[in-house]
Nanobody, 119 residues
Framework: QVQLVESGGGLVQPGGSLRLSCTASKNISSIYYMGWYRQYPGQQRELVARDTNTGTDLPYYPKSLEGRFTISRHNANNTVSLQIHNLKPEDTALYFC???????????WGQGTQVTVSS
């Protein structure tokens, strides 16, 4: 089973940008879904970006996040990144990387990285 380690979180001012990275313990080219969720305290995780390895499917973002969030899969170094622009205080959350090896499989999660947007 793949292991995932997130990095890149931190404190950012509103309007700033941040790049989160997720490093996998093995080759990710065969992993069907890779992406990111975020979680607010006391709430369920919500999907913020998802990439599919088909080569034809476009990445998925919730409508409310389109244009500010960009996911990229880098098979050469087994990483998935999440670029976030124009950060807002409501983006403050714990961000988790996930991997789903094939459709309907159980996801594997990283430990999470905290993003705090505050002046």
């Amino acid at each position: 089973q793949v292991q995932l380690v997130e990095s890149g979180g931190g404190l950012v001012q509103p309007g700033g940008s941040l790049r989160l990275s997720c490093t996998a313990s093995k080759n990710i080219s065969s992993i069907y879904y890779m992406g990111w969720y975020r979680q607010y305290p006391g709430q369920q995780r919500e999907l913020v970006a998802r990439d599919t390895n088909t080569g034809t499917d476009l990445p998925y973002y919730p409508k409310s996040l389109e244009g500010r969030f960009t996911i990229s899969r880098h098979n050469a170094n087994n990483t998935v990144s999440l670029q976030i622009h124009n950060l807002k205080p409501e983006d403050t959350a714990l961000y988790f990387c996930f991997a789903i090896s094939q459709p309907f499989a159980t996801p594997t999660w990283g430990q999470g990285t905290q993003v705090t947007v505050s002046s």
